[in-house]
C-alpha cells in the first residue's frame, strides 16, 4: 500500500485489535474532489465496540483519522454501515453518533 493508504491501514488496525470478530471487518476506501471516504463495516456483535459509550470510540477513530489524513494533505472521512438486522432503522449510525454531542 501506498502513503495515501496509511488511513486504510490504521483504521484496519484499530478496528480489528478493538472488535471480537476480525475477519468481519471490511472497509472500503473511495477518493473523490471531497477527500478520503472510508466506509466501515462490522459484525452486529461489535457495534458496541466500535461506537462506545455516548458515541466516544467513534468520535476518537474519526478525530484519529483526521490526524493521519492532515499528515498526508487529505481530508479523511469515516461512515460506519449499520449492520443487516440492526437496531436502528430510521437513523444511521453516524446520525445517531451526531446526536449524541452534547
Known amino acids: 500500500m501506498s502513503d495515501k493508504e496509511l ?3 490504521f ?11 476480525p475477519n468481519d471487518v471490511k472497509i472500503e476506501r473511495t477518493v473523490d474532489e471531497m477527500g ?3 466506509t466501515l463495516n462490522v459484525n452486529s456483535a ?3 465496540k466500535i461506537i462506545g459509550r455516548d458515541g466516544n470510540t467513534a468520535k476518537a477513530i474519526r478525530t484519529l483519522l483526521r490526524v493521519v489524513g492532515m499528515k498526508n494533505n487529505a481530508r ?3 461512515k460506519i454501515n449499520e449492520p443487516e438486522g440492526g437496531k436502528r ?3 444511521s449510525v453516524d446520525e445517531a453518533i451526531d446526536e449524541l454531542k452534547i
Open 11 to 21: 483504521l484496519e488496525y484499530v478496528v480489528k485489535t478493538l472488535v471480537d470478530n
Open 36 to 38: 478520503v471516504l472510508l
Open 76 to 78: 479523511v472521512n469515516l
Open 89 to 91: 432503522s430510521t437513523t
Open 46 to 48: 461489535d457495534m458496541g
Open 7 to 9: 488511513d486504510y491501514q
